[in-house]
């Protein structure tokens, strides 16, 4: 019975921890101090719940709980005596004002979470404390999820949480959303740092697997918050649309022994059609909000070129040209104009692919990109030129990390099976 209560706890801590933080980090002003009395209300629970069982309301009970950790905080503290009137007379007047106090405090919850979002994503942190800070306060995963789910040491996500928590201090970053002027650059860093997450998740960096599900589902709650705290920003939505969409492939991208199983090794009539229907109304829903496409909405598009096709000798190759095209010009990268070969190799064979490929090799930007070679390989197989596969094919097995990818390309290498390694077209 107590495991069921445990069990319990964790989903509501999973659901309630964020707005739970982001409505006492409005109150305390002071984030590392609002995880601290976050977390003092959970332990209360993990003590009382099993005996007492589980309130009906249990997100009020822990903020309720919260609350009075905070007051009692603050009674102790006498450099801040002050504040702690202050907190207690603001308390008290919204409990005599309406009869449910932790009804008023959610009142704020959209505001106090999208403020939230903006704080764990602050530029004044790296890319990595933004994931495992965003992870922690808005995805409400533990430190040790967080590290199990990047294959790193326990102490070093602890560390990168306590550091942003730190920096943030130190830094006196305000607890509101960006002025107008600052949101467009502020909300790109949010988008980005979500689909980082879920890119993770869904092509594993390193370990002994081929995808991680459970972050490709933490991204998309978060996505989804987003999208319901902004709900007029169309790139919001195009990002929402292209994990849907991506996600619907999730159950067919493995086979049973955990092997990968590639886009046009996949079977279509056994991708998810509710990820994909929703998928493409959040896609319509951004085109709606604004006819100016941003890079998620384009890359929603071509992503839903995939879905709309029952088979891949159906997929609209042409114009995902186009959108890559599009996608190069928008937001210029050496990933993207490697996708956009793999798009023109299928749309007009593989010599016209190859030339693009070639082209990208002599920078040395994808030095150490393992797809540059491997989609190379696959592109030389293709016009027969089987010796050269052979070693692109190597060579990209060298540059992996995950030990799924590894054993395919050596594979390929080995056997010049019928499939391809390039960058699954999206």
């Known amino acids: 019975m107590a495991t069921d209560t445990h069990r319990t706890i964790d989903a509501v801590w999973r659901i309630e921890s964020p707005r ?13 101090l609002a995880e601290d009395l976050a977390q003092d209300a959970l332990v209360a629970a993990l003590e009382q719940w099993p005996e007492s069982g589980v309130p009906d309301n249990p997100g009020a ?14 009674r102790r503290n006498t450099v801040l005596e002050r504040k702690h009137e202050e907190l207690g007379r603001e308390f008290e007047e919204k409990e005599m004002a309406v009869p449910d106090f932790e009804a008023a405090l959610d009142d704020d919850f959209g505001d106090d979470l999208l403020r939230l979002v903006f704080i764990s994503c602050h530029p004044a942190l790296s890319t990595e404390a933004q994931v495992a800070l965003t992870l922690r306060l808005i995805g409400g995963l533990k430190t040790e999820e967080i590290a199990r789910a990047f294959l790193m040491p326990e102490a070093t996500i602890a560390q990168r949480v ?18 107008r002027v600052e949101l467009a650059a502020r909300l790109s860093s949010v988008l980005g740092v979500i689909y980082l997450i879920f890119n993770e998740g869904y092509s594993a960096t390193a370990g002994e697997d081929w995808m991680r599900p459970a972050l490709c589902e933490d991204a998309l709650r978060l996505g989804r918050i987003l999208a319901e705290l902004a709900p007029q920003e ?10 849907e ?4 492939r999730s159950r067919v991208r493995v086979g049973p022994s955990g092997e990968p199983i590639l ?11 509710l990820l994909i229907r929703r998928g493409l109304a959040a896609l319509a829903h951004a085109e709606k909000l604004s006819s100016a496409q941003g890079p998620y909405v384009l890359q929603a598009e071509i992503a839903a070129c995939h879905a709309r096709a029952r088979t891949p000798e159906e997929t609209d190759w042409p114009r995902i040209v186009t959108l890559y095209a599009a996608l190069a010009q928008l937001a210029p990268s050496p990933v993207v104009e490697l996708n956009r070969a793999v798009a023109v190799a299928m749309a007009f064979g593989p010599a016209a692919g190859l030339e693009l490929v070639d082209a990208l090799t002599v920078g040395r930007s994808l030095e150490n990109y393992h ?23 190597e060579r990209a097995a060298s540059l992996t990390r ?12 080995q056997a010049f099976a019928v499939g391809s390694t390039q960058p699954e077209p999206r």
């Open 20 to 32: 739970l933080i982001a409505s006492l980090t409005r109150i305390v002003r002071d984030l590392g």
């Open 61 to 74: 009970w822990l903020m309720a709980t919260a609350k009075h950790r905070a007051i009692d905080h603050f």
């Open 162 to 179: 306590v550091r942003a928590k730190r920096t943030l201090a130190e830094k006196r970053v305000p607890f509101e959303v960006p002025r």
């Open 234 to 243: 169309p790139e919001v939505y195009g990002l929402v649309a292209l994990m």
């Open 245 to 248: 969409i991506q996600a619907s």
């Open 263 to 273: 886009l046009f090794d996949q079977n279509r009539a056994h991708w998810d059609q």
């Open 371 to 393: 797809l540059l070679p491997g989609v190379r390989g696959d592109l030389l197989q293709k016009l027969s030129r089987l010796d050269e596969a052979r070693a692109e094919f």
């Open 402 to 413: 995950n030990a799924r990818e590894r054993k395919l390309l050596l594979e390929r290498a």
